[in-house]
């Protein structure tokens, strides 16, 4: 399982770090613009995205360069969720995904494929399927585990949360919908 070097998100006036997990974007730029203000003003150390990055809103370049960029300055980590499967199927030789999507779903999906080609997702940011920052070898309660399979999370604090996708562990959600 990666590991993300915990003395590079040490902050240097504590032993604590500031870990920041964001979700559910959902091309919506003007929410993630936000959202990364917010965490600019909360200087976090390091910042995790539970995936869906992309579908339904209506912008999905935004969203990405939104991303990129703020990828540049701060430690950031991507964890995938179904929707970021979607478009990995999809734009793989294969061409077609495991899942049965809805209608809707389905619309929104292509017209994003539309929209983002030729970039590929995957090749964008480095993806996982689960992420341990710290050591848990040294300190059972000195590490943060983020794993959508299990959807258990196990905090610095030393306790354990369930948490699904949906309510997402984000740091700030806002239901803000942008015009197409």
Known sequence: MPRFDTMMIRRRTSNESR???ISDIHSNADALNIALKELKKKNVDIT????????????PIQVLEMLIEYKRKNPLIFIK??????YFDLQSAHKKT???????IDESVNWILKKISPLLLKDIFTWYDSYI????????NAFTRFDLDSKLVKESFGFKA???LKEGMTLMKNKMVAPC
């Open 98 to 104: 495991s899942y049965k999507l809805p209608r809707f």
């Open 133 to 140: 920052i710290g050591d848990d070898n040294k300190n059972e």
């Open 162 to 164: 369930k948490i699904s």
């Open 81 to 86: 969720g179904n929707h970021n499967q979607f």
């Open 48 to 59: 995790v995205v539970l995936g869906d990055i992309l579908t339904y809103g209506c912008q």
């Open 19 to 21: 870990i920041a997990v």
